[in-house]
């Protein structure tokens, strides 16, 4: 492997630039501007100007293989990944099959492994299926070869109070943690867009914060009685933040996660009438939206998400109601990260390295990912530009589907290179 010297970079953007040397997959040395001295052979990455971070870990990614090959396969999927500043990213379980067995799990594991841009780590299903009726074989996906450590059936609520109950007592004696998907689905039945002022005006079912709010508070209440973990998917109220703020001051073991568009977008976007915009939960309301920048500054909410969601054209461009709800956001999070929270003053980037990497891979329990930038550490790292800008194409991003939001918006801060463990495998917006 080729040492790497990246010359004039500032760790967490803070202090002098530094020359930091990569070599056998860790950070080898940091020192003063021109002082680390590397081989001949090393290559050299000019970063003047630049933010150090360590790689990115998105704890909610939907890669699609296997089943929707058509939208996203893990290939594509870990592009996009490592181009967006990424060094591990969580694969949902909605796959067709179901990632509810080993099988399933272990083929996610060994083809993100093939394709080596990015730790893949595969979500086992809570339940058989993610039909909400039996548990799945977690303790087989635990223990077999993918080490399964985050379990979800994402794309559905485990609205079940028993077995609920039920996972999250199994999931203390594994050692893993289960993310929800707060949605009652008696109150969002045939739900297309936030209830409010809006949606009733321009005629969609609305979907009500409450349906998210309910299942948050009941899951706290389950986690604090099973003494189990509980990690909540794309909050998107106010509401949920108060019930996070309650339950954490509880001492319930509770992390929650935000997605860039929740950060960003709010239901204005239901005038477009364009179902790019239709995602689950649904945009919010700005109110919403402040409220949850703040909380993740103020660490209610504990970090960044991605909730990554290829659709295929067909599912997209149609009626609103027929329309599948989800967008892309593996290669916008960072730029949207850095536009709704640092450019407002809200987190600087070492806050930024704590909530998309440092508290995803604690989260997750990922013990080589969101480590210090510190000599010995490995060398998974994302290089980043504050101040260059780009404009968002979604037939440009490495997905197969193109469902971004941001078409055409102009967006702060560039990733100029990934590494993972010291290996380049994104450079210059160009896969290495
Ligand atoms: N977020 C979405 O709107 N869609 C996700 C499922 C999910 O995250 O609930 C998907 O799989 O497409
Ligand atoms: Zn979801
Ligand atoms: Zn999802």
Redesign the pocket.
Known sequence: MTDILITGARPYGEGDPVDVLVADGVIAEIGERGAVRAPESAEVLDAAGQVLLPGLVDL?T?LREPGREDTETIETGSRAAALGGYTAVFA?A?TDPVADNALVTGHVLRRGREVGLVDVHPVGAVTVGLAGERLAEMGTMATDEAGVRMFSD???CVFDPLLMRRALEYSTALGVVIAQ?A?EPRLTDGAQAHEGERASRLGYAGWPASAEESIVARDCVLARHAGARLHV??VSTTGTVDVLSWAKGLGVDVSAEVTPHHLLLTDERLETYDPVN????PLRAERDTERLRQALADGVLDCVAT?H???AEQDKSCEWDAA????LGLQTALSIVAHTMVRSGLLDWRGVARVMSERPAEIAGLPDQGRPLAVGEPANLALVDPDAEWTVRGAELASVAGNTPYEGMRLPAVVTATLLRGRLTAREGKID
């Open positions: 909610h939907h949902m909605n994402d794309g559905r998907h949605e998917c794309h239709k995602v689950n939960p909730d969601a290829p659709h599948r709800p989800g967008m």
